[in-house]
């Protein structure tokens, strides 16, 4: 039915070989998107009909609207993401992911979808789908491990903040039509390797026809007749006139972007002896020590393989220095660092990483302070706040960048957004270990941090209103009674609402760099989401 009214298509998609069966589909789905704007319009003509069916509704769209589509806003209504209330913490931030996973558009060319829920469990079911593929390993230990905590549900926050910016910016550079064009052709050519199966010998069962097991002898061979890379037509006839959608590469960048972050949980939990991680038993404790870091290195090595696949050396080195940054930022939470009261032989030399800008003029205590506080906000964005900024920075790359007015480049800005975002993460993660419970964070809590050595915010917070504090992170807790101690310290001081204000800082901070960018559905989406790092309860 609405395919009759809508046959045809225009000369511009007829050229690029569209059919016009998926044309109208698409435009149905242009249509369930300004159905509320264009429902105004209705109401301030003399015809007060409303469409109540998606065939009245789509032709009066075209009928009344079709020129005034291309200025009309498309805004996902979303609550202020600094205005909730604290007591919906627990639903706060799950409300926020769906907000965020709705904003998602799905492939191009497909059925539009009419319950947001469903475009949430489709994006995250296809996500889980393709790692898991990616993942196939031959040997049955290290396919368990590596999949392992992709089986429990967890926040998924990183691949929704790369899907999300993607979709944000993707349309702000002028070569974004040719890579949209591109990747409709070649995304069934991401799982392709760039070197001989036979030479790479790194078997998948899930994807046996681009893999290979080891096989002797190796035989030479006549070389492969190259392949013939489609060419687009010429770009005026690109025109687009839907909302941008997230290309194939963006896709598979979120996808690697969770298997790097889930290889730094199993490396993680191996160093932590953590016994419990989303609420299971951690892999360490299922799988032993020995499985769960080879598990790591398996997934670094997969997502590598992918990420080489792209085919972008600057996305290729970002998040080649995303993983080193990991490495370095579990190192510096391992070693102490000796602070001026502490002696040199306790760790590093003092001031060897973070020498004081006036170590004259600053009491010991004081400069101790900053010491500690430049090494936990290096360790912050090495640890977390690298992978966010990183990869939201690549997924405009691989959407052409573009620049602002002003000239100001769209990847800076994903960039800050990521890292500023990251931050106030990883600072509210820090809190939650003194204000929740293990069972709602899903792995230990009350001042678990202190139990490993670990003096986060909220300790050097309360080192400025109690010296005492001083004494016991220069020994990393490690006396009888330093971490009840602590915490007493912690709760008497006014080092929690502190933390919460400087994660605050840096929300703000962060929607400062999103409100660059022009307004769209993703951008309220991902303003949203960060509203609600502030409120989470795990």
Do not use: C
């Not at 469409?51 to 009245?56: A, K, L, R, V, Y």
């Not at 004081?366 to 936990?376: E, S």
């Not at 270990?433 to 050097?460: E, I, M, N, V």
């Amino acid at each position: 039915m609405l395919r009759v009214g809508w046959r045809g298509g225009s000369k511009e998609e007829l050229a690029l070989g569209l059919d016009w069966e998926d044309v109208a589909w698409e435009r149905m789905s242009e249509a369930r998107g300004v159905y509320v704007q264009v429902r105004e319009l209705f109401e301030d003509t003399e015809d007060d009909r409303l469409p109540n069916t998606e065939i009245d509704m789509a032709e009066d769209i075209r009928r009344e609207t079709r020129t005034r589509l291309p200025s009309l806003p498309f805004p996902l209504s979303l609550p202020s993401p600094l205005h909730h209330h604290a007591h919906r913490a627990a639903s706060a931030w799950a409300s926020a992911v769906k907000s965020a996973s709705a904003a998602v558009v799905p492939p191009p060319l497909t059925t539009p979808p009419l319950d947001p829920l469903k475009i949430i469990q489709q994006e995250l079911l296809l996500l889980r789908t393709n790692i898991t593929t990616l993942l196939g390993a031959g040997h049955p230990s290290l396919d368990r491990v590596a999949k392992y905590y992709f089986a429990a549900e967890g926040k998924q926050v990183r691949p929704l903040i790369v899907l999300l910016i993607a979709q944000a910016t993707n349309g702000l550079s002028p070569d974004f039509p040719r890579l949209k064009w591109l990747g409709e052709r070649t995304q069934d050519k991401l799982d392709d390797p760039l070197t001989g199966k036979e030479v790479l010998n790194d078997y998948n069962p899930h994807m046996p026809e681009s893999s290979s097991a080891f096989s002797a002898p190796f035989l030479l061979s006549p070389p492969h007749p190259p392949s013939i890379e489609p060419h687009p037509p010429p770009l005026q006839a690109l025109a687009f006139p839907f909302p941008p959608h997230i290309l194939p590469t963006q896709r598979r960048l979120a996808e690697i972007t969770e298997m790097i972050h889930v290889a730094s949980l199993l490396h993680d939990d191996v160093v932590d002896s953590s016994p419990t991680r989303r609420n299971a038993p951690s892999a360490p404790a299922a799988f032993g020590n020995k499985l769960s870091v080879l598990g790591g290195d398996f997934l670094l090595g997969r997502a590598s393989a992918a990420l080489a696949r792209l085919g972008s050396l600057e996305v290729v080195e970002l998040l080649a220095t995303v993983i080193s940054n990991l490495v370095e930022g579990e190192l510096m939470q391992m070693r102490p660092l000796a602070l001026p009261d502490a002696g040199a032989s306790a760790g590093m030399e003092a001031g060897e990483l973070f020498p004081p800008a006036q170590p004259q003029a600053q009491e010991p205590q004081a400069q101790a302070r900053l010491m500690a506080w430049q090494h936990y906000m290096q360790k912050t964005y090495l640890k977390t706040a690298s992978l966010m900024a990183k990869s939201a920075r690549a997924g405009v790359i691989l959407g052409g960048g573009g620049r602002l007015d002003g000239g100001i480049e769209v990847k800076d800005v994903a960039y800050a957004f990521g890292r500023n975002l990251g931050i106030a993460f990883q600072l509210v993660d820090d809190m939650l270990d003194f204000t929740s419970s293990a069972a709602t964070l899903g792995k230990p809590s009350d001042g678990a941090d202190l139990r490993l050595g670990l003096a986060t915010a909220p300790a050097l917070f309360a080192w400025e209103e109690h010296k005492e504090m001083g004494e016991l992170v220069a020994r990393k807790f490690e006396k009888e009674g330093d971490v009840p101690r602590a915490l007493e310290l912690i709760h008497t001081s006014s080092s929690i609402p502190r933390t919460r204000e400087l994660a605050e800082q840096h929300v703000t901070a962060a929607l400062d760099a999103l409100s660059l960018l022009p307004e769209s559905g993703a951008r309220e989406a991902l303003r949203g989401l960060s509203g609600e790092v502030l409120l989470r309860s795990r």
